[in-house]
């Protein structure tokens, strides 16, 4: 089983989430993770809240987490289905992802994006495809 330190390694890869985005992977397990997002001025629409292409990128990176950190094969996204419930009134943004059904070419996730106040920002489901390709980490000493 991968380290945290592997997991976080791999995902670092995903450039856009961590480096542009901020995205920053708290846990993960087989099937499940829980990923935050510090909210900063730069991830405000011009009604002073959350953008939803942010909230839609935590909750998306989240899903890659949580489908293949545990696993051999790489699992890719095939369609979201994300309802904006509230705007968000706290300072940091979380999304946990769940699976909900994982077959043999095919996964299905849900995933809950609260904020730091508990209020119930959006909610995401994620049909995925589970690839023939295998999930690579790089050696660590």
């Known amino acids: ?3 945290m330190d592997e997991i976080r390694g791999l995902f670092s890869q995903d450039r856009f989430a961590t480096e542009v985005v901020g995205v920053e992977i708290v846990s993960a397990q087989p099937g499940h993770a829980l990923c935050s ?3 900063r001025g ?3 629409n011009a009604a002073g809240i959350p953008q939803g292409g942010a909230i839609f990128t935590l909750a998306d990176f989240t899903f890659a987490v949580s489908a293949n950190a545990y696993s051999d ?3 890719v996204s095939m369609q979201h289905d994300i309802t904006y419930l509230s705007p968000a009134r706290g300072r940091t943004l979380f999304a946990e992802s769940q699976c909900i059904r994982c077959g043999h070419n095919t996964c299905f996730y849900k995933v ?3 904020d730091d106040l508990g209020t119930q920002v959006a909610f995401m489901t994620v049909n995925g495809y589970v690839t023939s390709h295998p999930v690579k980490y790089e050696k660590t000493s």
């Open 37 to 39: 997002l510090k909210l």
């Open 73 to 75: 094969r790489i699992s």
């Open 1 to 3: 089983m991968p380290t």
């Open 42 to 44: 730069d991830h405000m």
């Open 112 to 114: 809950d994006i609260t």
